[in-house]
């Protein structure tokens, strides 16, 4: 492989690996911004005497169990782009030219 292809491919590697790292940091403050929400909200509904302490705690838990699933999404999309790039290796790798010309290989081979 030249140094201008492996340098194309790892170029997009780490644009891949920069997408999957702000995909976890918004995942994450989505999730802490939620969290944030419910904990102020339901303070303030204890406080006015419309919502109990475990009903906050029941909610905090079910918020949780919400987002795990979407946390679990973020974190794959290192692997997910590891393997993308991989793949595009493979493909240039199988891509790359050999050294024989591809006329030489498809001409006809002559009996004399």
Not at 34 to 50: D, E, K, N, P, Q
Not at 86 to 104: C, F, N, P
């Amino acid at each position: 492989m030249t140094a201008a292809s492996r340098a194309t491919v790892d170029g997009r590697a780490a644009r891949r690996a920069g997408s999957s790292r702000c995909c976890r940091r918004w995942s994450t403050i989505v999730v802490a911004l939620c969290t944030g929400f419910v904990l102020w909200r339901g303070t303030s509904l204890i406080l006015a005497g419309a919502m109990t302490a475990g009903a906050l705690t029941v909610f905090l838990a079910y918020l949780s169990k919400f987002f795990k699933p979407v946390q679990d999404l973020a974190k794959m999309t290192n692997t997910i782009a590891q393997t993308a790039v991989a793949l595009e290796r493979i493909q240039t790798i199988l891509g790359a030219d050999d050294g024989h010309s591809r006329a030489a290989r498809r001409a006809p081979i002559r009996a004399r």
